[in-house]
């Protein structure tokens, strides 16, 4: 058996009455089409709910599968406590999911938390379905920082659990879209939160799945989304698939967009095999770049291949140019993979004898020994991208009006603490923001007498 249907359900708590108390009817159309959706899944009365939640436990490189076992869960969190939840979950389903992407080499299982309580991203779209059908299992899918590709290869795997199991199933994409579609938001108003939307939305109507798999990181985080890799896996669960899609309403009334859709299957179209073909895509452009790599690049996709394959740090090579090796400063060198930070360290001033010797040490560190992430691995190496900052030299200012977070990167400091952050950064758009993560990496307090510096620099990617 194959998987029934899946949806895009919002997951706001104010829409519930015991907790809008009034405000919910501000998004009626949202309302409305929750009730339209949960009744379709009531008639399909389906064994097993499998819901992606971007509010579970989140880990920057692995997808947690909840284990078997009951749950439980309340909106006390949002002043109703009387609002309660208890499922059981589908051991059989969350089994062969967690055993068949571990197969194919995704970073997925039972490690990790072992909480018990449901989290509002799980609980508002069981609220509605609850009022029209109650008799199933559920499967809970945590979201990752792992690039969204990998969040579509791991609902292929869904898939594919579904079928060997032989489950009647639904999914569910839980998931907000753009927390920045008006300055009443959470987050403030952002010209690509409302063009994510857009975009989004469009491509759903349209059954365009490849276009989840277009957004880049930097896209993600201007719109300050929540969704995408909950959708991400409900769209490699119809790989190979044409689908019948509806989007029933999209509302952005407190500035978050709420999008309620379904998607039907329909028959097998090879043409629908996107995951391969975004995957030629990438290689193609990859491949593309690296012949037109500059001195700079080169240096340090050189560092990372030697160092990954032999464990080695790389000779200087005797064909760099004059700039790379007879000058000096800080650099940072960063690591993507199909979008999504991989690595990334620097030095904010220069620590050896030349820009060149600081690119090699900095690449090293960044595939290997950035804290955020396990070390890059030799298959990994075709699919990484690569960014060198040089850094001139600090300027102390005294007005944070000198600042722009565009132009400029700050350095904050107190006593022996320092924190760092780069210009032209996707969501860092003000000052105040800008200071205040430089602030909170180097563990200096707003209130402290901190001292402030700013540099430029020069990006080669």
Not at 173 to 201: N, R, T, W
């Amino acid at each position: 058996m194959s998987l029934q249907a899946a949806f895009l359900m919002p997951h706001p708590p104010i829409i519930l009455t015991e907790v809008g108390r009034g405000e919910e009817k501000k998004i009626q159309k949202t309302l409305d089409s929750f009730q339209q959706v949960c009744k379709i899944i009531a008639d399909l009365k389906p064994e097993t709910i499998i819901i992606a939640s971007p509010h579970s436990i989140l880990y920057g490189d692995y997808f947690h599968i909840t284990p078997a076992g009951k749950a439980s869960g309340d909106m006390s969190r949002f002043g109703a406590s009387n609002v309660k939840f208890k499922v059981e979950y589908d051991t059989v389903l969350a089994k062969s999911i967690a055993k068949l992407a571990q197969v194919e080499g995704i970073s997925a299982g039972f490690l990790g938390d072992d909480r018990k309580a449901l989290d509002h991203g799980v609980m508002v779209p069981l609220y509605f379905i609850n009022k029209y059908y109650k008799d199933y299992k559920l499967v809970k899918i945590s979201l990752s920082g792992l690039p969204i590709s990998e969040h579509y290869k791991l609902g292929m795997q869904v898939a594919q659990a579904v079928q060997k199991t032989n489950k009647n199933a639904v999914f569910i994409a839980s998931g907000d879209l753009s927390h920045k579609c008006s300055e009443v938001g959470p987050y403030g108003y952002s010209e690509k939160g409302v063009q994510f939307d857009a975009e989004l939305i469009k491509a759903l109507k349209q059954g365009n799945f490849y276009r989840i798999l277009e957004f880049s990181e930097e896209d993600r985080e201007a719109a300050a989304e929540c969704g995408l890799g909950s959708l991400a896996i409900m769209a490699g669960v119809f790989d190979g698939k044409d689908v019948d899609a509806q989007v029933y309403s999209y509302e952005n009334t407190f500035g978050v967009g709420y999008g309620i859709a379904s998607f039907m299957p329909l028959a097998d179209n090879m043409e629908r095999k996107l995951l391969d073909k975004y995957n030629a895509s990438q290689k193609s452009n990859i491949e593309k770049n690296r012949k037109n790599e500059n001195a700079y690049i080169a240096l340090a996709r050189l560092s990372v291949e030697h160092f990954t394959k032999y464990r080695k740090r790389v000779k200087l090579p005797d064909t760099l140019p004059n700039e790379l090796t007879a000058q000096k400063a800080g650099v940072f060198v960063s690591l993507k993979k199909d979008g999504a930070l991989r690595g990334c360290i620097g030095t904010i001033s220069p620590v050896r004898k030349s820009v060149a010797e600081e690119i090699i040490y900095n690449a090293i560190s960044a595939c290997s020994q950035d804290p955020r992430f396990q070390s890059v691995e030799e298959w990994e190496l075709p699919s990484i991208t690569y960014s060198v900052d040089v850094l001139t030299a600090a300027q102390p200012i005294t007005d944070k009006n000198e600042l722009d977070p565009q132009k400029y990167g700050v350095i904050v400091s107190y006593g022996d603490r320092k924190g760092l952050l780069l210009p032209a950064l996707a969501g860092v758009d003000t000052v105040g923001k800008q200071l205040s993560i430089a602030l909170s990496k180097a563990g200096i307090l707003e209130d402290e007498p901190y001292k402030i510096e700013r540099f430029e620099v020069i990006r080669y990617q």
